[in-house]
């Protein structure tokens, strides 16, 4: 039962580099999301996707870039790491459509930019 | 818009104590609403939900009653563990977003 699965777990930047943060779910769900958590903080809402082909930006996507080609995968790019975006990245996925569906997350990745 | 406010933390309580979170959330319409939990280095889990008023959502021995009249959806549990410490968000339904509450850090001593 893999559910929601992001990699990789820990990553180091150096500021200016880019990197792709992976996420895939295998409950065929149409929603998938990504959030940031920073220390004593809540969660913000990145960009979002509501199916393939479709994304949007959420609360803080300044700096981030996401596609989504599949129903199973959401990537999220940083374009030009900066020491503002070290912080732990969730992604998520739900169902959408009738009422309580439950959001599954992945595990995280902590990020850390020199 | 939607919102949600839950009560600040860190709360630290004794083993065995009673538990209570506040949340309120503000909302067009009837929401569904969630209690996640997120334990040290982990992801969110569901905690309890609850679709309707009057709904009890229950997990674990966490309690949580949907309330309309006072638009709450507040955290209780009866008697805590050490293993209870973790944060808890509570978090409302708007289409196919969830608006998050801030979390609030609860802290279990033996």
């Known amino acids: 039962n893999a559910g929601v699965t992001q990699t990789p777990k820990f990553q180091v930047l150096k500021t200016g580099q880019s990197m792709t943060l992976q996420c895939a779910q295998d409950m065929n769900h149409e929603y998938m999301s990504w959030y940031r958590q920073d220390p004593g903080m809540g969660l913000r809402l990145i960009h979002y996707?509501?199916?393939?082909?479709?994304?949007d930006q959420g609360e803080v996507p300044n700096g981030y870039n996401v596609s989504r080609s599949t129903t199973e995968d959401f990537p999220l790019r940083l374009l030009s790491a900066a020491p503002s975006q070290t912080s732990v990245y969730f992604c998520?996925?739900?169902?959408?459509?009738?009422?309580?569906?439950?959001?599954?997350f992945g595990a995280g990745t902590r990020l850390s930019v020199l | 818009g939607n919102s949600v406010t839950q009560m600040e933390g860190p709360v630290t309580l004794s083993e065995e104590a009673f538990l209570t979170i506040n949340c309120t959330y503000t909302a067009t319409g009837y929401p569904s609403l969630f209690w996640y939990v997120q334990y040290p280095g982990e992801g969110l889990q569901l905690l309890l939900k609850a679709t309707k008023a009057d709904d009890k959502g229950s997990n674990k021995g966490f309690e949580a009653t949907y309330r309309k009249e006072t638009t709450s959806f507040h955290l209780e549990k009866g008697s805590v563990q050490v293993s209870d410490s973790a944060v808890y968000f509570c978090a409302s339904d708007s289409n196919y977003q969830l608006i998050w509450g801030a979390g609030t850090k609860l802290i279990i001593k033996p």
């Open positions: 998520a996925s739900r169902n959408t459509g009738g009422r309580g569906n439950i959001q599954y």
């Open positions: 996707s509501v199916g393939a082909g479709i994304t």
